[in-house]
């Protein structure tokens, strides 16, 4: 199948190729067990444009479609999750979101230091209490007289929240409202009223640093409000289905890496004198994997493709993201326990990347939407049921 991948984007994809392959992977054992922030290869990903694939180079970035920003992500994820989680919240989450609903003062102010990754983007929706329904965060954000909004709340599991410049909020402004009383703010983590809780120790993707954010009496002016008073929940549902997009590639770079060592694997490794992928048992697993990897892939270049539509003509893609999303992280489940299960004891031990990738794994069914919220977006649409 021919998808006429255009040069720009074979060429974005080989810089992305050569970066994973020479820096990423070699240095991810290290970071998975260490959890430190892997500074330097963001920053070097960033000079190469790959921290701001989609924004325009007016802005400081590759100025690229989302096929490529699909196309780099999978690069970068078969080489280390963790790494690939950093670099979507920046591109998608962070980039995309000021990109589609900021004003040219913000898009000028704020995107240029992320897109080159020399600064860290973040997203902050999630609160202690409320992830998948997120309408019921309590973070207030409380209009003065003078224009300005003093915010108070805390929001937990900050994806790269430790070592953000500037983070999208999401704050209640009107809670008689429900979702039409959320607004967006742009956030400066120097600022007066911002802290930082401790970094979250976690199952896997382990150089992506996440903690908790708290507020106390953060002075946010109105021109640092994001799109319009009110509107946040749209905002943050619609900056998620691009985010979902880039999870789904995620996971389609995580599921071929544990593939193709699976594959090798069980070429290589004799049992009862031949191979071991000469017995069927380990021949229906492999058939199993490659069916859905390629289902993953070709779906999540369907959802960029449908994105690149929506940026040209408007719309939505909430479907072709979900399906996506939900449908690849599943794959690469799947397929990094199958993966683990071929390898045996050796993919138990940490002297294998097996295990790193099936702990990785779990995160892409969680974060920007569990399964069940995939299914339940996907429903909907399908059924224009509620
Ligand atoms: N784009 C634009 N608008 C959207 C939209 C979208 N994708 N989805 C919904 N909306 C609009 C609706 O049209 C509706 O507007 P109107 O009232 O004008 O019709 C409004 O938003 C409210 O929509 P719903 O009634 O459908 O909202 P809901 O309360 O039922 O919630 C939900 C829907 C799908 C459950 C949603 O809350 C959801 O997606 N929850 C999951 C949240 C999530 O993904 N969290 C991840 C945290 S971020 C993260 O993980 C980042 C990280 O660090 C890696």
């Not at 102010?109 to 992320?114: F, H, P």
Request: contains cysteine.
């Amino acid at each position: 199948m021919d998808f006429g991948f255009t040069e720009e984007q074979l060429m974005i994809q080989d810089v992305a190729r050569r970066i994973a392959q020479e820096k990423i992977a070699p240095s991810a054992e290290h970071f998975d067990r260490t959890g430190e922030f892997p500074l330097d290869n963001i920053r070097l990903l960033g000079e190469n444009g790959l921290m701001g694939i989609e924004v325009p180079t007016e802005y400081g970035g590759a100025g690229m479609d989302p096929v490529s920003y699909v196309l780099a992500m999978i690069e970068i994820a078969e080489a280390d999750c963790a790494h690939s989680t950093i670099v979507s919240v920046n591109n998608s989450l962070f980039c995309n979101g000021i990109l589609k609903f900021g004003t040219e003062a913000q898009k000028q102010l704020y995107v240029r230091a992320i897109a080159e990754g020399r600064e860290i983007g973040a997203f902050a929706l999630t609160e202690p209490q409320s992830g998948s329904d997120a309408t019921a965060m309590r973070c207030r954000a409380v209009k003065q007289a003078d224009g300005t909004y003093v915010i108070n709340g805390k929001k937990s599991w900050i994806t790269s929240g430790p070592v953000a410049k500037y983070i999208i909020l999401f704050a209640m402004t009107d809670p008689a409202k429900g979702a039409k009383g959320i607004t967006a703010f742009m956030i400066d983590t120097a600022k007066p009223g911002f802290h930082r809780g401790k970094t979250e120790p976690k199952l896997g993707i382990r150089a992506s640093a996440t903690c908790e954010i708290e507020f106390q009496d953060y002075v946010a002016t109105a021109d640092e409000v994001v799109g319009v008073e009110g509107e946040g929940f749209k905002i943050a549902m619609g900056v998620l289905d691009a985010g979902r997009i880039g999870i789904a590639s995620q996971a389609v770079g995580l599921a071929k890496a544990a593939y193709k060592a699976a594959v090798a694997y069980a070429k290589e490794r004799k049992s009862f004198g031949q191979a071991i992928g000469s017995f069927q048992m380990i021949q229906a697993k492999i058939a199993d994997m490659k069916c859905r990897l390629d289902a993953a892939e070709i779906l999540t270049l369907r959802a960029a493709w449908a994105k690149a539509q929506t940026d040209r003509n408007g719309g939505r893609f909430s479907t072709e993201a979900s399906v996506a999303k939900l449908t690849a992280s599943e794959a690469a489940m799947f397929i990094t326990h199958q993966a683990l299960q071929i390898h045996g004891g050796m993919g138990y031990s940490k002297e294998m990347p097996l295990e790193r990738y099936f702990r990785d794994a779990k995160i892409t069914e969680i974060y920007e939407g569990t399964s069940e919220i995939q299914r339940l977006v996907i429903a909907r649409n399908e059924t224009g049921l509620r």
